[in-house]
């Protein structure tokens, strides 16, 4: 594999077969046996506690934050994710009783990371529990009434070309019925749930794949996922409670550009862990814009600054704004903090990108220093993938970082 560090820091590389999912490992530099552990071990492994709860394409698994944080972490550190999707980071970080501060222009991220760290004790998850059994019950009540009441307060005619009749009739019910409910955090962990399931009964194949599908759900079988994911959800809460230690700080989110990062402070997290978005990879957007609809969640701020959408296919752009992304951390990330990155190759115009060269480039053209380094090479699986991938194989990458010439506080 290309050498990508302009100096190499003190390598250790080595090349092994590993499983079907990692067939080659190769690392170097400072924590060179903890990068290419916590790499190697994605993946591997189900998903504990909250981890589970609702698909959010492109997370990492929890071992890596857990196993970099163990290694680096103090009394009274923050970590930052700016780029926090689901919340895998932060949920790791308080497992350790950090201080965690996440960001997403994404509103779904919002939505997902809120439920993934909140801690309930048995009374709070009683009262969810006993809220979605009560919609549900009602639901299947309107179910046989003739004329059961219309949901008016939003456009549902570009939602129902998505769905089978009688699963649009159940959703929208259960839609109607969230805004009645008072208690704000039930409210809010119902409507996380709703959100979990309207990719799931429509007619698109999954988040990443906008093709038709034939869906074979029968009549109730909405109401009996959202009232079993409620009760899987808050159980989890319940365990994610009691294993928090006493004394962790509340949790920190925001919903700005991370090339700005406006709310945060010079200096502010002692470790920042994240996976920018790649370009011409994934639209974010697209994944949940049926989420966005039906919750009526204003999206036109995260559409329209979006990084590294697919839809865009303009990687010079997305190297200006990341760059821009590593002028913010160097501000917000204190000068002796650390900066792990994960980030995977990606095909440009028929050709495979060396997402590690590409990353070290625009990091060290912005003061930072690659400390050390783990790569995994992991399998193709299109045809596209294969013809780009042939001569070096597809790789993932942990980036280690540190500040070079620390920048000049304002």
């Known amino acids: 594999m290309t050498d990508f560090t302009a100096s190499p820091p003190s390598p250790r590389k080595q090349r092994r077969s590993f499983s079907q999912q990692t067939l080659a490992l190769e690392s170097g530099g ?65 497992l350790q009783g950090m201080g965690v501060i996440g960001n997403d222009l994404n509103p779904i991220a919002h939505l997902v990371t809120r439920e993934r760290t909140r801690a309930r004790h048995p009374g709070e998850a009683k009262e969810v529990e006993d809220e979605a059994r009560r919609i549900a019950g009602q639901v299947e009540a309107l179910r046989h009434e003739k004329k059961p009441p219309r949901y008016d307060t939003r456009d549902l005619k570009p ?29 809010e962990t119902l409507r996380a749930v709703f959100s979990s399931a309207v ?79 790649y370009p011409g990879t994934y639209d974010y957007h697209d994944h949940h814009a049926l989420r966005m609809a039906w919750l009526g969640l204003e999206d036109a701020p995260f559409k329209e600054r979006e990084l590294g959408a697919k839809r865009e296919q303009d990687p010079d752009a997305w190297s200006e704004d990341l760059r821009n992304v590593l002028l913010a951390l160097a501000r917000v990330l204190k000068p002796q903090g650390n900066l792990f990155m994960v980030i995977g190759d990606w095909i440009a115009d028929g050709r495979a990108i060396n997402a590690a060269e590409a990353l070290t480039r625009d990091a060290t053209a912005k003061g930072w220093r690659l400390a050390g380094h783990a790569s995994a090479q992991r399998e193709s699986f299109s045809p596209a993938e294969k013809t780009a991938y042939a001569a070096r194989g597809k790789w993932e990458h942990l980036l280690y970082f540190r500040r070079g010439v620390p920048p000049r506080a304002p």
């Open 30 to 94: 400072d924590l060179a046996a903890v990068l290419e552990t916590a790499l190697s071990r994605s993946g591997q492994g189900g998903y504990r506690l909250t981890h589970g709860f609702h698909p959010y394409p492109g997370r990492f698994h929890p071992s890596l934050p857990e196993l970099l944080l163990r290694e680096v972490s103090g009394p009274q550190h923050w970590v930052l994710d700016p780029f926090m999707g689901g919340g895998t980071t932060l949920v790791e970080g308080l």
């Open 159 to 187: 939602l129902a070309v998505h769905y089978m009749p009688h699963l649009l009739a159940e959703l929208t019910q259960w839609a109607r019925l969230l805004e009645t409910i008072k208690p704000f955090k039930v409210r």
């Open 199 to 277: 990719v799931k009964f429509s007619k698109r194949a999954s988040d990443s794949d906008d093709r038709e599908r034939a869906t074979s759900f029968p009549k109730g079988a909405v109401s009996r996922f959202l009232v079993a994911k409620t009760e899987e959800l808050v159980r989890a809460q319940m365990e994610l409670g009691r294993l928090i230690p006493a004394g962790t700080p509340p949790i920190r989110l925001h919903q700005e550009d991370a090339r700005l990062l406006i709310s945060l402070h010079w200096g502010q997290a002692d470790h920042i862990i994240t996976s920018p978005p």
